[in-house]
């Protein structure tokens, strides 16, 4: 009989215990807290990096079916969704990620804030999200959203100082507060948001050289890499760290991570731009790993064709088409007509030229710097001197002698507006800074800054920002600061953004 079997009561009491522990057992809802990154996560997170997203994807799957209770898929899954939509700046996946972020987010609070991951995943996806609002233009909930991190990740450091993958997120968030321009302290006074460039680097640096010699963090090792070639590009005055870290790249680690993850061939290319390896950059882009196990990084032509651009190569209008022709975001598009427009100039065709600048306003947006510089310009109307302009190219690539050739040949002609002038004052000290010819650079930024601080145009507010990095190397910080003060207190149209951060990340660096 079945029923005199339930109702004895020392059989219904253990049948309750062993119920009880093969719930526990078998229930994700019921089991303990779990942040695991695992081998399984660790080499799911090395494909995110190297933008092999599908198969990435699979190992989630694989790690979610076999640990149901690990929370770390559900970060990494938003990972994937983060870079897609950072790098392809579509307005779908865009919403997609935002709505799919909430809900992962929702699923890593479920778990217990006793976990040193807990706050760190839940910043970092708040981070991210920040990061690609301002792509799409949503600046306030953004700034909610950094503030969010920062405070997360601040306790968490409190509370668990030996977690070293929370250090590599407040590194970045710590360069870019130390960043902000003077004019927007307030918003770091009415935050209390603190952080400095060179704290920022060196919070960094520290996770990049754990990842080197400890195992358990090895998988830190390409984020770390990533985030300061991109901190040592924007940010870094001194030519000695992004140095250091493109000879790391030239090391047999490097060289193989460039040949098989995109975004470090991005990072070793833009060091070589940098640096005035010219020739190098465009090897090491025109080789990239590409392929359909990749997601697209359409933003590699576009710098393909810059870099092509800049020795002058008839060939370099055929990258910047092609990114015109694939890439579904808005950022460059302006700038990449404005340069097609510009390989024609340079060649004698004025009709072509006219053709692409007349794009210009068609298309695109004006977030990025270049882009509201290529807009400018077509307003303007302004033809750009040939001399000047392949001098402009030229430098930029780092041929410092075909500039000066072009300079001397801009310096013999007639027709010279104050524009021109005023840029061949300001070209002739570029090349020379580049150069090391130190002296005649200073003497020519100073005329620079003399003739046109109250001008519009870019040049002497960006003259100001070299004599500060200039005086700063010379570790003479109080002409430094003078000269950083001197470019922030310029208002130019053209490329105020990008010369602001700069000079502000200076006096971070120097305190003052």
């Not at 060179?198 to 985030?227: A, H």
Request: proline residues 3%.
């Amino acid at each position: 009989m079945v029923l005199p079997f339930f109702f004895n009561q020392k059989i219904r009491n253990i049948m309750k215990k062993y119920l009880f522990v093969l719930f526990l057992l078998l229930s994700p809802l019921f089991m303990k807290a779990s942040f695991n990154f695992n081998q399984n996560c660790t080499d799911a997170f090395d494909l995110i990096i190297s933008l092999r997203f599908n198969e990435a994807r699979k190992l989630i799957a694989n790690e979610k079916n076999v640990n149901p209770a690990n929370a770390i898929p559900f970060f990494l899954d938003n990972y994937i969704d983060f870079l897609g939509s950072f790098i392809g700046e579509e307005q779908a996946s865009f919403d997609q990620y935002t709505d799919a972020m909430a809900i992962r987010k929702r699923r890593i609070e479920r778990e217990s804030s006793d976990s040193p991951y807990y706050r760190y995943c839940i910043a970092t996806m708040e981070m991210q999200v920040a990061f690609t609002r301002m792509k799409f233009g949503e600046y306030i909930k953004a700034a909610a959203e950094i503030n969010r991190a920062y405070r997360l990740l601040e306790r968490n450091n409190r509370e668990y100082p030996d977690f070293i993958p929370q250090k590599l997120s407040l590194g970045m968030l710590h360069t870019l507060i130390g960043s902000i321009p003077d004019k927007y302290d307030w918003i770091r006074k009415a935050t209390g948001l603190k952080g400095t460039v060179n704290g920022g680097i060196q919070e960094m640096q520290q996770v990049f050289d754990i990842s080197q010699t400890n195992p358990k963090w090895k998988y830190l090792q390409n984020e770390s890499l990533f985030l300061l070639s991109l901190t040592s590009i924007n940010l870094a005055a001194d030519k000695s760290f992004s140095e250091k870290i493109l000879n790391w790249y030239n090391k047999e680690e490097g060289l193989q991570l460039v040949h098989e993850n995109p975004l470090m061939a991005y990072c070793k290319a833009n060091l070589c731009f940098k640096r005035g390896l010219n020739d190098q950059g465009i090897q090491i882009l025109s080789t990239r790993p590409n392929g359909p196990e990749f997601f697209h990084f359409h933003y590699l032509d576009y710098l393909l064709g810059v870099a092509k651009l800049n020795r002058l190569d008839n060939s370099a209008w055929a990258y910047l088409i092609n990114f015109t022709a694939n890439f579904r975001g808005k950022n460059f598009i302006r700038s990449a007509y404005q340069r097609i427009a510009w390989n024609y100039l340079i060649n004698g065709d004025i009709k072509k030229y006219h053709e692409y600048m007349n794009r210009i306003p068609l298309v695109g947006d004006n977030t990025t710097d270049s882009d509201k510089k290529a807009l400018s310009d077509f307003k303007s109307g302004e033809i750009p001197d040939v001399y000047l302009l392949k001098a402009q190219l030229l430098f930029d690539g780092g041929y410092y002698d075909r500039a000066l050739e072009e300079l001397a040949g801009f310096n013999q002609s007639t027709s010279k507006t104050e524009h021109h002038s005023l840029e061949y004052l300001y070209r002739l000290a570029r090349v020379y800074h580049e150069s090391g010819k130190i002296s005649e650079a200073i003497r020519y930024y100073n005329l620079t800054i003399e003739k046109g601080q109250d001008k519009p145009w870019y040049f002497a507010a960006n003259a100001a920002l070299q004599l500060g990095m200039i005086y700063e190397n010379m570790k003479k910080y109080d002409l430094a600061a003078t000269f950083y003060k001197k470019s922030l207190s310029m208002d130019p149209t053209e490329y105020k953004n990008s010369i602001s951060q700069k000079a502000e990340a200076g006096l971070s660096r120097i305190n003052r």
